[in-house]
Structure formats: structure tokens, C-alpha cells
């Protein structure tokens, strides 16, 4: 496997040779910021490695009470509660809702955190369609009893595709399911999308406050909307985070996940806490990778490139066959620019693609090298 | 919830107040030590907060993959897989094992995690009593058709009672059982018990090498033994670690854990490394932490408590009813001492315990004070 050698950003080195870099999720550059790092060390050398107990048992530290606070702002709730990987944040909400639905139906593109989630609830396990709210309906008419109560989950911004899940159409969907729920893995929308970065929900319109409640009966019409993210990528931390309602928030600390796992590393909480509220204090990062994202898929288009106009700045590039698209990869690297081609992912079918991620922190010109690379390859 | 606010250690600030401490894991005092949080910081200046990409998209770093070299080395394993979060050990060997098993069998007073690997597995689910080889017997007996093969999974060091798994007892029991494994969760054996610190298996005499394969089939007498472990309590890190055979761990490399997850964050990775570095070339830590614990123990015993001499540091304390206990948790915080009272939590029963943990860092004078405040309190 190839070794990284500097932190993720425009310039990355692997192998020993630094190549304008366009792969991963380090979408505004928030793992290198020096003041994300310092934080980073400065809590190490204040606080240790970790607490070295759970959160239930004296392991709150201030870096991770921090970063709750920060992230209940960044995303608009009351509260949040923070754990060492965001890979289990569809398992938390699954332990908290058992019980309460009769079957889950699963974007079948969805994340492997989420296909795992959804197994984890041992309810009868339904796949729908990528992002098809119709095959959704269509599902849920044809498995659901009347009165019976559904789980479903998807991805907000799917990693590989780069596509965005109908969110508000689902809410449609299950507007006529009493005791309903749509969890979303946001992991790519998060810091991202939205006005204020809230993420796919944001962008998509629905109402803020979100994760009031695993039911949503007793406040709102169906579903229960529940998000959950991670602070590894455009956050630029480590760990998974989930806003909501104070109330919420104090029923997911009754799952084992609160009293029965290590608090989150000490330099990765605070990493996560600065970069939360840089992103606050600077608003003008996000707008800069909107600005990229935009001038990358024009330029993409301009190419004959089937490129749509999303905020994602994730773009799969499907261009021939996987042995054409192995050699562009290759004939990049050589000049010196590095766009991952993944043989195989969820979604991805039997060429694979080409998976190009945009930065905040890319110039102009690194768009357009890119693009003139790209331009004499195709 | 209370809040620490220095790095545990046998000296602990806890909301504003320094504590003599026997809480929590930090067993070695690895987490807090120079050389540990120095290396967190050298690599975070060096590479970031993580690569931002998982290990399969250009995301190794080098801390990662000193972890695993470093890990296969302590362990005595050939090699060795490093992830994010030791909670997930379980779940990935359960993923690695699928179609491989045909029930699992837990023993009932197993970690949350380990509880939630076996629901995973989605194989039919039998607990057996705790620590019961006969009763692991009885159940495999009941349960079973001929040739069916049983995935039996249980902690080694359990993490309140500090009871250690009879583990040679349930291979002896597993030997007539064609293609079982017996997988252990050994989050506080490794670093701790065992002549060179491998943990439970060690410590029960288990021939090395561990982790060669999920089947025993083709290379030993069942059942195959798996063990896991985390970085974040002896080894005075963060994540999770298996070790095994080069073929084993390029098998686990196949599950959705390698491709799908982010890397383990930079700075916790590093940590990790030269935690392993230090405990390899000071052996003394480990012996320190032996001798603490027989000091304590047989000071325990002198007071007339019921303590047997295992060189677990969890010390399990049941002293009367939960009133007297938490009375007794009090009056030494008063003299400012913390003695963990735990209410509720795997086996303890109603009552709740006291859960002594002793450090390699604390002093002969330390454990005689803890011991002095105990006397006038009992």
C-alpha cells in the first residue's frame, strides 16, 4: 500500500513525492491547520493521550465536553454527544431505538457502517433502490404491516458517487408512517453542504431542529429525523458526532456506548474542538470550496465530461472502460497529479471510476492544471 | 458528570481537585508518559490530524503502520491489524468469520461490545454462565447438531470484576468441536498479564503463535483462538489491535473495516507506537505493576476482605450494601482518595462494587495510604 507522508491538502506526499493532490476527504483542509495541530498538542501535553476510562467513570476531559459544545452550535441543536468513531454512530442510534420499528429499509448503496447498523437492529432487512424514493414507497407498501413502524437509513452524500440522497422526498414518503424514522450517515455533508454546513438535511430544506427523538410522534409529523456524522473529514478532527435535542441527547447516553467504551483520544477531541470553531469564526472556507467545487465541474464539463452542477465535491468520473480509466490515473501521476481510481466500491460497478475530491485550500491554477492534464488525456 | 482535567495517573485532577487515584485503565501510566505525548505531537506537526482517506485510498501513515509492526512484535504475532476504536475487534473478526460459524455461544457477563459482535454475527445466540467452562459445555451440548460449528466469544480479563476468562478450560472444551473458534476480547489483558505481557492466553499458558486463522481446521486442534485487544488502556494509546498470521491479517484486510473506515487519527497512532516501543524496552514497568498489585492485594486481604491473589490490577471491591460502599467511596474522597463506586454494570448485581484499580506508577507509600484509609473505614 502506498504510505502518506504529509498531512492530506492540495500538496500531498506519498511514496516520497509530493503530488497535487485531489483524493480523500480533507475537503477544507482542517487536518493541517496549525492551529488545529497545536490544539492537538497542547491538550496531549495538558491532558494526556486519553482518560483511560469511560465518560460514565470520571473520563471527561475538557476536550471532549468541548467539542459537544461546538458542534451542538455548528449544527444547530441544544446538544451533541461525541464518540471515538463515526463508524458507530448508526450502531448508537440503532441500540437506542430498539424496540421501536418493525423492519428497516436500506439504501442499498449505503456505506458499510450503515448496511452494518441496520443489521445490528436484527429487524427484518428491506434494500431499496440508490436513492429512489419511489422504489422506497414501493418497499415499504409491499413489507410493512398497518401500524408497522420503519427504520430507514442512507447515506446523506454517498463517498464514491458524490450523490446526494433525496431527503426531503423520503420525509414525503414517510410522512403517512406513524412512529417512522430516517437516519442519515452524513459523514461526507457535514461541514460541507448547507448554508451553515449543517450538512445534507440543510441543504435539502428540511426544518432545523433535527434528531428531536427517536419517534416522532409526540412533536411532529413523521419521520424522526436523525443525523449523525463524523469530525475525520471536511471537520478535520477524529470521531463520531451526533447533535440533538437535549432531551435526545440524554436518552443516547443510556446506551452502552456512553458507559461501556474509552472516551474519545484526548488530541484528537481537541483537534476537532479548534477546527469546529475556526469553521464558525471562518465561514469564508466553506464559501472557497463552493467557489472550487463550482469551477472544477464547469471545468469538467467544459471537457464533454457528464458532470451535474452539485455542491458535492466529491466527482465520479466514469470515462470508458476501468483499463482506460487505470491508464489516465497512471498518465496523471506521472504528471505529478494524484486523482484516486477505485477498482471497486458500493455503486461503483465492474469498471470502477475515477474519484475526484475538491478542496477549499486548491488554487485556481491547481483546477486548472488539472484540467489541462485531463484535457490532453481524453 | 465529573470532569478530569490532568492525565490519569496515580496523581489525578478531577474538577479542579487532585486526587490519590485508583480509576480506570491507565495501568502502565503509558498515557501520560514524556516520550508518549511527544510522539503524538512530533506527528501531528509532521502528517496531521489523519490522512483523511481509508488505508486502502492512500491513508497508511507511518505511525499507522508502526503500530502494527510494533504490536506484531509485543504480541509475538507475526503480524497485526490496527483500526480506530477497540470496540470494533469483535465486529471485524464476526465480518471476517461470516458463513464460517453456525451459533455463538458468550459467556453472559461479556462487554457490551463483545454482546453486540455476537448480535452482529446474526448466528442464533446462547450466553453461558460467566466463566463457566462446564457450563460453555453443557450449552454446546444442548444447542448443537453434529458438525455444527461454534463461534464462542468472551472477555479475558473482565473489565469490573477483573475476573480472568478460563480460557484453556474452554479450549479443552472446544477440542471435539471441528471448526470452532473461541475469540477473546482481551482489552485488559494485553499489555498486563503474561510473562512477556500478551495477555490472557499467555498468562493461561496457550501455546503461541494466536491468531492464525478463523478455522483451525488445517493447521491445529480446534478450536481456532482470536484474540483482540485495545491500545487505549495498558498500552497507553488509542484503537484497537489484532494481531495474527500475515495470511490471517491480509484476510481481515478483506472486510469492509479496511476499505470503508478512515484510518486511525495520526496522533493517537503515534502514541500508540512508542507506547509499545517503551513497554518493549522497559519490561520494569510491567514488573512495577505486578508488584503493586500484590501489594495491594494481600493489604487488602490483611484488612479481611475477600481478594485472591490473581495479577489482575482490577481489584473488584463488594463491602455490604451500595449505601455502605458509596459512604465508603465517599469518606475517601474526603481524605482525597478516589476509590470508584460503581453502581451498575456487567455482574456486579445490585449492590454495585468498588473497582480499585492499581497503577505501575503508584508508590509502595501510596498503596499503603490507600490501605491506611481503608482500615479507619472499615
Redesign the interface.
Given at each position: 500500500?502506498?504510505?502518506?507522508?504529509?498531512?492530506?491538502?492540495p500538496r500531498?506526499v506519498?511514496d516520497g513525492r509530493e503530488y497535487l493532490y485531489f483524493?480523500?476527504?480533507?475537503y477544507l483542509g482542517?487536518?493541517?491547520h496549525p492551529e488545529?495541530?497545536r490544539a492537538?498538542?497542547e491538550a496531549?501535553?495538558?491532558?494526556?493521550?486519553?482518560?483511560?476510562?469511560s465518560?460514565?467513570?470520571?473520563?471527561?476531559?475538557?476536550p471532549t465536553?468541548d467539542v459537544e459544545r461546538q458542534a451542538a452550535c455548528f449544527l444547530g441543536a441544544e446538544a451533541a454527544l461525541y464518540f471515538?468513531?463515526?463508524?458507530?454512530g448508526g450502531?448508537i442510534l440503532v441500540?437506542a431505538g430498539r424496540g421501536l420499528f418493525d423492519a428497516v429499509f436500506v439504501d442499498e448503496l449505503s456505506?458499510?457502517?450503515v448496511l452494518?447498523a441496520a443489521?445490528?437492529s436484527?429487524l427484518p432487512f428491506f434494500p431499496f433502490q440508490h436513492a429512489d424514493p419511489e422504489d422506497l414507497r414501493a418497499a415499504l407498501g409491499a413489507n410493512l404491516k398497518p401500524g408497522q413502524r420503519p427504520l430507514v437509513m442512507s447515506d446523506g452524500v454517498f463517498s464514491a458517487l458524490g450523490h446526494i440522497a433525496p431527503v426531503a422526498e423520503y420525509c414525503r414518503v414517510l410522512r403517512h408512517y406513524a412512529g417512522a424514522a430516517l437516519v442519515i450517515d452524513d459523514a461526507h455533508g457535514i461541514g460541507v453542504l448547507g448554508e451553515h454546513g449543517r450538512g445534507t438535511t440543510e441543504h435539502s430544506g428540511m426544518p432545523d431542529p433535527i434528531n428531536l427523538g427517536l419517534s416522532a410522534d409526540e412533536f411532529s409529523e413523521p419521520p424522526a429525523l436523525l443525523v449523525y456524522g463524523?469530525c475525520?473529514?471536511a471537520l478535520?478532527?477524529?470521531g463520531g458526532i451526533i447533535p440533538g435535542s437535549q432531551r435526545f441527547i440524554a436518552q443516547l447516553k443510556q446506551t452502552?456506548?456512553y458507559?461501556?467504551?474509552?472516551a474519545?483520544?484526548v488530541?484528537?477531541a481537541a483537534?476537532t474542538g479548534r477546527a469546529l470553531e475556526i469553521l464558525q469564526a471562518d465561514p469564508a472556507i466553506r464559501l472557497r470550496l463552493h467557489e472550487n467545487v463550482r469551477a472544477a465541474r464547469a471545468g469538467l464539463r467544459r471537457l464533454g465530461l457528464t458532470v451535474d452542477d452539485s455542491p458535492v465535491p466529491i466527482v465520479c468520473l466514469r470515462i470508458g472502460s476501468a483499463d482506460r480509466m487505470r491508464r489516465i490515473h497512471e498518465e496523471l501521476l506521472d504528471r505529478g497529479i494524484?486523482v484516486?481510481y477505485?477498482a471497486a466500491?458500493s455503486g461503483l460497478g465492474p469498471e470502477g471510476a475515477l474519484r475526484l475530491a475538491v478542496f477549499a485550500d486548491h488554487s485556481g491554477e491547481m483546477i486548472e492544471q488539472l484540467l489541462d492534464a485531463l484535457a490532453r488525456l481524453l
Open positions: 500500500m502506498p504510505v502518506m507522508q504529509s498531512p492530506p491538502g500531498t506519498i483524493g480523500g476527504t480533507a482542517l487536518q493541517r488545529v495541530i492537538a498538542c496531549a501535553e495538558r491532558y494526556g493521550i486519553g482518560s483511560a476510562t465518560r460514565t467513570g470520571y473520563g471527561d476531559t475538557p465536553l471515538a468513531s463515526g463508524y458507530q450502531h441500540s456505506h458499510y457502517c452494518e443489521r445490528l436484527g463524523t475525520s473529514k478535520g478532527g477524529f452502552h456506548y458507559a461501556g467504551a474509552s474519545p483520544p488530541p484528537a483537534a494524484l484516486p477505485m466500491y
